[in-house]
């Protein structure tokens, strides 16, 4: 059995600010987006697609992240406590953001942002899918630091104690997701991505892969505090969020390839 190392949530103090595990997670996945977006945009060699579109596609998508993640994460899971704490809802540095919702908030701001630059919408996805798995595993990691969203009791020999949650040996649900969401994801979507696909392919890879992978995560997780908890067939939150995820990707997909042929 194994017990949660109880990270001190706050990285670096500098007088009365600190910089918190959370906040450097997001700035590492931000990092990422940029560093293997220019392999993306070598790799493609389109007229147009060049560092300074990367810059404020990230720019975009950050404020797509911020809110959407927040507002995601206050509407669908904890909507009491916010409501009644509501200062509660600024302070993203103490973590609590919502994958599902900043999945939304991304989608609209990349429809402006190909609004604006007069670009086709889904070619846009295509490009930056294969750019996100490395800031969801960061997150995780975050999580994991934060000790957040631990999981269920287990009798596992790799069964983690969270001391500030009880005695019980849990799954430490924040590390199969960074593995599944994070890490298998991305190495799927890097590898489908290498060759040309129809426009849609990849994005209807992306959301098969992080909706399957979040549903079978989700039944290791412990359920979210708020009013929901397990809803109809035992089914999470997080589970019904996903399965749109999945009907879409597979349409996208389905989709895709009807075009592609001849």
Same mark, same amino acid.
Request: hydrophobic share 50%; aromatic share 16%.
């Given at each position: ?54 810059? +404020? ?69 295509d490009f930056i899918a294969p750019l996100v798995p490395p800031g969801l595993a960061f997150g995780r990691l975050g999580n994991f630091i934060n000790g957040e969203l631990w999981g269920r009791p287990t009798d596992v020999p790799w069964g983690m104690v969270f001391p500030h949650v009880d005695s019980l040996a849990r799954h430490p649900s924040q590390l199969y997701e960074f593995a599944l969401e994070g890490v298998a994801l991305f190495a ?36 979210? +505090? ?37």
């Amino acid at each position: 059995m194994l017990v949660h190392p109880q990270f001190d949530p706050v990285a670096l103090q500098l007088g009365p600010f600190g910089i918190h595990w959370y906040g450097l997670m997001y700035l590492l996945g931000f990092a990422a987006f940029i560093w293997l977006g220019r392999k993306r945009l070598q790799a493609i060699n389109r007229p147009g697609w060049d560092a300074k579109l990367l810059d +404020d596609l990230l720019f975009y998508g950050v404020l797509g992240v911020i809110l959407g993640g927040r507002l995601g994460e206050v509407l669908f899971y904890a909507p009491g406590y916010y409501f009644s704490h509501p200062l509660k809802i600024l302070a993203v540095w103490e973590g609590g953001m919502s994958f599902h919702g900043g999945f939304l908030g991304v989608l609209v701001a990349m429809a402006l942002f190909a609004r604006s630059r007069k670009l086709q919408w889904l070619a846009l996805m295509d490009f930056i899918a294969p750019l996100v798995p490395p800031g969801l595993a960061f997150g995780r990691l975050g999580n994991f630091i934060n000790g957040e969203l631990w999981g269920r009791p287990t009798d596992v020999p790799w069964g983690m104690v969270f001391p500030h949650v009880d005695s019980l040996a849990r799954h430490p649900s924040q590390l199969y997701e960074f593995a599944l969401e994070g890490v298998a994801l991305f190495a799927l979507l890097w590898w489908y991505s290498g060759k040309p696909r129809p426009v849609g392919a990849v994005s209807g890879l992306f959301l098969i892969g992080y909706g399957s992978f979040r549903f079978l995560g989700e039944f290791t997780r412990n359920p979210d +505090d708020g009013i929901f908890g397990l809803m109809t067939f035992g089914v999470s939150m997080g589970q019904w969020l996903s399965l749109p995820m999945v009907l879409a990707g597979i349409w996208l997909m389905k989709r895709a390839g009807s075009k592609h042929a001849p």
